[in-house]
């Protein structure tokens, strides 16, 4: 291990001994819609605009996942990117939409294909892939290992404080030039729910029958705690139908309900494993051998240490100049008041104040009532994605809404004053 290298997977690192490598298709990360794939493209950000233009042009001839129809490109301000949008009209009388996202970063080429959306849920899906990915992605080598709060997947990295409530996972599968018979295998997965049962209950379940108990040769099996993450594991020796005996371990941590930084882990590793032509090799590591990569490995999963510096008058970034403009889901650069200038956005909702580093969230707007609010005389309020523009410097007034910093120009909807100060829910 003294001349390995460390990796990053997720919000996780691992470090792995001489010798060890990730296969092409040996990584793979899901972030908040679905999965990012990633591929080397060298043609530039003029080369990257052909490829778009030629995409475009397939679509709209319909060469498209499941012969969907076109239906547009959505304008995005992040340069060389990408979003298409397709759709399928004979579902049982409804519509429903697919996305493909491209973004091209210093020689890679990110993409995305996700659905199916319905019509009221594929706008706000591509722009929060837009904000809370795309702008958010940058281009990473496969040792580097970012400093700052995010989530690294294969040959990128996404910023994000981890504040927000969404899914992430990340596999990552490693081979050895030693010992090509032998891989690991590391996952984390953001846990949905509760009352999963844990490797060992599970287990205990389905008791061996008399020929398993023969056969298998358990070599550990308990509890296992790995840099604070409580799990269990069980490391056996399993018979093949090639007559050649196997190890398989595998430890896994359950982790906590929709925290990404206490994700369900799992760690696998597998010796004698049949190659894509010819017969099972024996293993290349005895027991000890076999258990000792594996304690190695297992003892270096821990969450990926990030820092920042303390913010002095020396340090202090000078402030963001008013008109700054953040989506919905970015990070929010300036502490003061931001206004969205989207049109049906309810009055209290239009101005708000944010401080630096708070996650900006989706404004509200008047929905258009069904039947039995009509009837009821309610009116729904929904809420949706929008554009934050910094209007005004100055920290949160602690009197409430009547002390906040009053507008003297009236709002798009004729109000003058109504949208002065943030509701009593900021």
Not at 43 to 65: I, P, S, W, Y
Not at 71 to 79: A, L
Not at 213 to 236: C, H, M, P, Q, S
Request: with cysteine; charged share 30%; net charge negative.
């Amino acid at each position: 291990m003294s001349k390995g290298t460390t990796l990053c997977f997720g919000r996780f690192l691992i470090d792995l001994p001489e010798g060890a490598h990730i296969k092409e298709m040996g990584q793979q990360s899901s972030f908040l819609y679905g999965d990012i794939y990633s591929e080397p493209f060298e043609g530039g950000a003029e080369g990257f605009k052909n490829k778009m233009a030629l995409r475009e042009a397939d679509a709209r001839a319909g060469k498209n996942q499941k012969n969907h129809k076109f239906d547009k490109v959505i304008p995005t301000s992040i340069p060389n990117t990408r979003i298409i949008i397709t759709r399928d009209d004979n579902v049982f009388g409804r519509v429903f939409f697919q996305l493909e996202m491209y973004h091209w970063a210093d020689g890679i080429l990110f993409s995305m294909n996700e659905g199916p959306y319905d019509r009221n849920n594929i706008g706000p899906a591509a722009h929060e892939i837009e904000t809370a990915i795309v702008a958010r992605l940058r281009r990473r080598a496969r040792d580097e290992i970012p400093t700052e709060p995010g989530f690294c997947i294969k040959d990128g990295f996404i910023a994000d404080d981890g504040r927000t409530e969404h899914f992430e996972e990340a596999h990552m599968q490693i081979n050895f030039l030693e010992w090509p018979d032998v891989w690991v295998s590391v996952f984390s997965q953001t846990v949905p729910k509760a009352g999963d049962e844990s490797l060992l209950t599970r287990v205990y379940k389905v008791p061996e029958t008399p020929l398993e108990r023969a056969y298998i040769r358990t070599l550990r099996r308990g509890k296992r705690e790995v840099n604070g993450f409580k799990g269990e594991e069980l490391l056996d020796l399993l018979p093949t139908p090639d007559a050649i005996k196997q190890h398989y371990f595998h430890w896994e941590a359950l982790g906590n309900v929709k925290d990404i930084f206490v994700p369900l882990l799992d760690l696998d590793l597998e010796t004698a494993t049949r190659p894509m032509k010819g017969p099972r090799p024996r293993p290349s590591l005895s027991d000890d051998q076999a258990i000792k990569l594996y304690d190695t490995i297992l003892s270096t999963v821990r969450l990926r240490p990030t820092s920042a510096p303390v913010k002095t008058k020396a340090n202090e970034p000078p402030k963001k100049p008013l008109g700054e403009r953040a989506a919905t889901g970015r990070t929010c650069p300036q502490t003061g008041w931001w206004k969205s200038e989207d049109e049906g956005v309810v009055a209290e909702w239009r101005r708000r104040h944010f401080n630096e580093g708070d996650v900006l969230p989706m404004a509200r707007r008047r929905g258009q009532p069904n039947l039995w609010q009509k009837v009821k005389g309610e009116q729904p309020v929904d809420q949706f994605a929008t554009v934050w523009r910094l209007e005004e410097y100055g920290e949160a007034p602690q009197g409430g809404p009547e002390s906040a910093p009053k507008q003297a120009s009236a709002s798009p909807d004729g109000d003058v004053g109504s949208e002065a100060g943030p509701s009593s829910e900021s």
